[in-house]
């Protein structure tokens, strides 16, 4: 078996800026790894997987580094394959279709990179071999409420075989409950099924189409046409799922690795010790990081390599990247702090919290857009970027600031260019 991971590329993920612009999407660090990592490090999980292809635009140079590290901690083959141009979610597993079947692999995983949960990869693997035989294709489902589930791949199902009987891109009309959560298992038929998909495309194709003829995406050009053909069917999941598409989605998956961590990792996270910091609920901390022992941190908090925490400070449901300072008395709340920033003393930097409806077993994260329909900034956390100077007690309160700024002013429902 292999597994294929869809990293994309600096043309999407815009909604993720300004974390983007100095480290890809795929490799900010969630829960103190690189967001792909946690996919790779499930993907070792099952023993038949021999091989992970990470397929996207980003520079081969830009990945090198971090592929490398994989292949040496997880002692697995970790290719990294460069599309010539976007080509969409199924377009790229098909122009790499002679690498992915390379070795005559019986079947093969796809992951979306942004995608946090607690990826069930052996359990949808044993669902392959014994519903289908490990013949057909299997999609990863996941329940949303009827509003939130018009905004993804609405899958209706056969409640006894799990064979979908229609599959919908972002419905105008409720579906069904039933998601796509972004991971699939295919066998070699599928290329059969996009190359009669690549021609349609190519007979259709003008010159006023916006997008490259060869770019092709699951859910419009492949799931849809599977709906009531046997060929597909929904292994629905337990547990945490969200879709990391801006930094409100990053923070919150960052908690949820976290509490992952009490039960796969328990050594990551930080407790109470004689002479250390006071730490309250989930917190993960480098070795290298500088905390004084009257600071209080928690719940829900990763410090990065080499930051700096000084004396009273209060940091709680954030990331801290690497190198920051936070100076005395410094207050952080649902927020992002980016690499090599500054905070003064008495600094507050707080966001709104990204919490999902507790009334509603079925809610997500929302991920809607920066700004409201009256054009004003909507309610999320704070996100400083890297480099940032804040000075002595000043407030950020709900905004986005870009890379290498100096804050000498109070800043609220702003963004800072």
Not at 80 to 90: I, V
Not at 260 to 269: D, E, G, M, S
Not at 337 to 348: K, N, P, Q, T, Y
Request: aromatic content about 8%; overall charge negative.
């Amino acid at each position: 078996m292999k597994a294929v991971i869809l990293v994309g590329g600096p043309h999407v993920g815009t909604r993720f800026r300004p974390l983007s612009l100095e480290v890809p999407k795929p490799l900010f660090p969630i829960a103190g790894s690189p967001m792909i990592h946690h996919i790779i490090e499930t993907c070792t999980k099952l023993k038949e997987i021999s091989e992970i292809l990470l397929l996207g635009t980003y520079p081969v140079a830009t990945m090198a580094k971090f592929v490398k590290e994989m292949q040496e901690e997880y002692n697995i083959t970790i290719r990294y394959l460069q599309e010539y141009t976007p080509l969409g979610t199924a377009g790229g597993l098909y122009h790499f279709r002679d690498q992915i079947q390379r070795g005559n692999p019986s079947a093969f995983f796809v992951f979306n990179c942004d995608v946090c949960c607690e990826f069930p990869v052996v359990e949808m693997r044993k669902f392959h071999l014994e519903t289908t035989k490990g013949e057909q294709f299997v999609i990863l489902g996941t329940q949303a409420n009827e509003t939130q589930a018009l905004s993804y791949g609405c899958i209706a199902e056969n409640p006894d075989t799990h064979e979908v009987l229609h599959y919908v891109e972002k419905p105008e009309t409720f579906i069904s409950n039933v998601i796509n959560a972004g991971v699939f298992l295919f066998t070699s038929k599928v290329f059969n099924l996009l190359a009669q998909v690549f021609e349609n495309t190519m007979e259709t194709a003008t010159g006023t189409r916006l997008r490259h003829t060869d770019a092709m995406d699951l859910g419009t050009d492949l799931l849809r046409g599977l709906g009531g053909t046997g060929q597909l069917y929904v292994y629905q999941m337990k547990g945490f799922w969200c879709q990391v598409k801006n930094a409100g989605s990053a923070l919150y998956a960052n908690n949820l690795y976290l509490s992952q961590y009490r039960t796969l990792h328990p050594t990551l996270l930080a407790c109470n010790t004689q002479g250390g910091p006071r730490i309250i609920g989930d917190v993960m901390i480098h070795p290298s990081a500088q905390i004084h022992p009257s600071a209080v941190l928690g719940p829900n908090v990763y410090v990065g390599m080499n930051v700096v925490i000084r004396a009273g400070a209060r940091v709680r449901e954030a990331i801290i990247l690497d190198r920051a300072e936070i100076k005395d008395h410094c207050c952080i709340l649902h927020s992002i702090i980016g690499w090599d920033c500054i905070l003064g003393a008495w600094s507050r930097i707080e966001g709104y919290p990204s919490n999902l409806n507790p009334n509603d077993p079925l809610a997500h994260l929302s991920t809607e857009s920066l700004f409201n329909d009256d054009g004003r900034l909507n309610p999320s956390i704070t996100v400083i970027g890297e480099g940032v100077i804040v000075h002595p007690e000043l407030m950020v309160l709900n905004s986005i600031v870009l890379p290498h700024k100096d804050l000498t002013a109070n800043v609220k429902n702003q963004i800072i260019l």
